[in-house]
């Protein structure tokens, strides 16, 4: 059996040897076309059993757009540019996609270079991928579609930013960086940074469009206001030197402040034992104040004037005017028990304190001896009260010095 598959391998080998020049010319042809092939479809990316539609991308200009060059979606290739057709408005592209990449209507249109020297291709940016998608004979309207900035409005914008430029300050940098080693290194570090900035401001350019446009206004109010601006410019100089000149009394206030704050802390807690109390009798007396707030208007009225004014109204006609009132004065009586004037102990004062005398001709001021409904007897002490009853005695704390008849004994005990 070997030897008879010997045999046959030597047969075909003498049968191609005799063949050799119709083998070497199939190899060749079947060479060609594996090399066609790898060319049309992996280089050339043309598929013939793949089915396109056609989109029309409508653009204010051709950009340096060709025909069969690359229509991308998020970056990757979906078709083809046909060709270009000129329009009253600008340039329709007419692009063929690929019947499998769907793209939405929704999507961003952009005509980008893959470097500086050209090679323009449309992308199509997608912000999901949701439908409804573009189909055959779809339409991309203009205003949809950005294309980049021509070299000639580049040169010519560059023109207004370069006519600014001081060649003088160009120039002194220039002989700065050449007086060491380091100039070189430090020149690519500024053309760094510059490319830097400049990538940056890119990835922000509606936000720095808009800081330009508001700061011209900005600077034009500015300008407008160079003279109120040296005034405050100059005020501001004369406050701050006064400031300077108050530094060692705000340094002499910073350092005596916390001392004193403290010590204020400390008469709080110190008085805490009676702080409760005085403040609830406050909360009465701004009630009885807050109530009895239209009698001090009308007891102190703001039509008066000054006391200058008030002496000076005495005096008129060469004399001296006054008048007299001959009359005494009505005293009256509460009925409450009365107290030596000079007592030195500070007695609590009496809690009813109604005056008795209820003549007719004596008008008694006060809201307690306002007219009352019939009936109304809170004009007058309680039934049974005691007339002789005092308020609450004073709140004593560890710092309060005992007041008996005739002073305190001295020398007073320290607190403890």
Not at 13 to 32: C, D, E, I, N, Y
Not at 66 to 79: A, E, F, I, S
Not at 241 to 259: C, F, I, K, N, W
Not at 396 to 415: M, Q
């Amino acid at each position: 059996m070997i030897a008879g598959l010997a045999d046959a391998l030597v047969g075909v080998v003498r049968a191609g040897h005799r063949k050799r020049a119709w083998l070497s010319a199939g190899a060749l042809a079947m060479t060609f076309v594996i090399a066609t092939g790898y060319l049309l479809i992996g280089a050339l990316q043309v598929n013939p059993f793949d089915s396109d539609y056609r989109v029309t991308v409508q653009l204010p200009e051709s950009a340096g757009l060709l025909p069969n060059q690359d229509v991308t979606l998020r970056g990757v290739p979906v078709g083809k540019v046909e060709r270009l057709d000129i329009t009253p408005a600008g340039v329709d592209a007419v692009i063929a996609v690929k019947s499998g990449a769907p793209i939405p209507m929704s999507s961003d249109v952009r005509v980008s270079g893959l470097s500086p020297a050209g090679e323009q291709y449309i992308d199509f940016v997608a912000s999901s991928n949701d439908g409804p998608f573009l189909g055959d004979g779809s339409i991309v309207e203009q205003g949809r579609a950005t294309v980049p900035v021509s070299l000639a409005d580049l040169l010519a914008h560059a023109d207004g930013a370069l006519a600014q430029v001081d060649t003088a300050k160009l120039d002194i940098i220039r002989r700065e960086l050449s007086l060491s080693e380091e100039g070189p290194q430090k020149l690519a570090d500024i053309i760094d940074g510059g490319t830097f900035l400049l990538s940056t401001l890119d990835s922000v350019l509606p936000e720095t469009t808009s800081l330009l446009r508001t700061s011209q206004s900005v600077f034009t109010l500015v300008a407008d206001k160079n003279a109120g601006i040296d005034v405050a410019a100059d005020n501001l100089g004369v406050t701050l030197d006064g400031v300077s000149r108050m530094r060692e009394g705000y340094r002499r206030l910073t350092d005596q402040a916390p001392g004193a704050l403290t010590d204020i802390d400390n008469l709080f807690a110190d008085n805490s034992d009676t702080m409760v109390q005085l403040l609830g009798n406050l909360t009465t007396t701004s009630r009885l104040l807050y109530l009895r707030v239209p009698a001090l208007n009308a007891l102190f009225p703001d039509y008066r004037t000054s006391v200058l004014d008030a002496l000076g109204s005495v005096m008129h006609d060469n004399g001296l005017w006054a008048t007299g009132d001959i009359y005494p004065r009505y005293a009256c009586d509460y009925g409450t028990p009365r107290r030596p004037p000079s007592s030195a102990d500070y007695p609590e004062p009496f809690l009813y304190t109604y005056c008795r005398d209820d003549h007719p001709g004596v008008l008694v001021r006060g809201a307690k001896n306002a007219p009352r409904p019939a009936g109304d007897d809170t004009a007058g002490p309680p039934p049974g009260a005691d007339l002789g009853r005092t308020t609450d005695p004073t709140p004593k704390g560890r710092f309060t010095i005992p007041t008996p008849y005739g002073g305190p004994v001295l020398p007073i005990e320290p607190p403890r």
